[in-house]
């Protein structure tokens, strides 16, 4: 049965669930129907009842609760996987071998059994079915899960191609409120390509001592006529 989907196992459980109700239901009609019964009313088993109501019971909680999972996770929760199904398979054997088998031998042979003891092994087997179904929708919800992809490493930038453009020319003010422009010459750029500087006068006393020359080379230059009448 290994290759059995889970949809088929819930469908064999609820089945069971259904024959053990139709089982006890046979055996409360079977006491009605004896004299005994009739004449003592104290042997009226209130357990039958209790055991009649947890069969019915079970099969609708569990029916109900496939349902919605199988509603949510589709073909997923319909097939399930190799552990729900043998774990549906070991719940289906527990309920026939200790319930269903027990309330036969009483409809057929008479013999009493221990309802109190059958409604726990009910009881038992539903709440193993719900926990399981629980716990396959744990395993479908991981298993569906896609991890994103890992970002790639960012790119570091070569030192060797990465060249800086070369700085923009850049004007200062001077103290005397021109302005004085800033080059920074590049690599490829040689140095005697550079125009001289040009001498810049000192300022007023290498003026006054330029006049003072000229001053004396006009004076000896003057005519002899003027230079004999001491002018």
């Known amino acids: 049965m290994s290759s059995t989907t889970v949809s088929a196992y819930v469908a064999a459980l609820c089945?069971?669930?259904?024959?053990?109700?139709?089982?006890?239901?046979?055996?409360?009609?079977?006491?009605?129907?004896r004299k005994a019964y009739q004449q003592d009313l104290s042997s009226h088993d209130p357990s039958t009842n209790e055991l009649e109501l947890s069969l019915s019971r079970g099969k609708e909680v569990i029916r109900a609760q496939y349902d919605q999972d199988a509603k949510r996770f589709g073909a997923a929760c319909m097939t399930g996987d190799q552990t729900a199904r043998d774990a549906l398979q070991d719940i289906i054997a527990h309920l026939q071998s200790r319930v269903i088998s027990s309330l036969k031998?009483?409809?057929?042979?008479?013999?009493?059994?221990?309802?109190?003891?059958?409604?726990?092994?009910?009881d038992q087997c539903q709440d193993s079915a719900i926990l399981l179904f629980m716990q396959l929708a744990q395993r479908?919800?991981?298993?569906?899960?896609?991890?994103?992809?890992?970002?790639?490493?960012?790119?570091?930038?070569?030192?060797?191609?990465?060249?800086?453009?070369?700085?923009?020319?850049?004007s200062t003010p001077s103290t005397a409120g021109s302005t004085t422009l800033f080059v920074t010459p590049s690599a490829s750029r040689s140095t005697a390509s550079l125009p001289q500087s040009r001498p810049i006068d000192s300022g007023p006393e290498k003026k006054s001592h330029h006049f003072t020359s000229v001053a004396k080379i006009a004076f000896f230059r003057r005519p002899k006529a003027e230079l004999r009448k001491g002018i």
């Open 140 to 170: 479908i919800v991981s298993s569906s899960r896609i991890e994103p992809p890992l970002d790639p490493p960012p790119s570091l930038p070569n030192p060797v191609s990465n060249q800086f453009p070369e700085p923009a020319a850049r």
């Open 15 to 33: 089945s069971a669930y259904d024959d053990g109700a139709e089982l006890v239901h046979q055996i409360k009609t079977k006491r009605k129907a």
């Open 105 to 122: 031998v009483q409809w057929q042979q008479d013999i009493e059994a221990d309802f109190n003891a059958l409604q726990d092994v009910s």
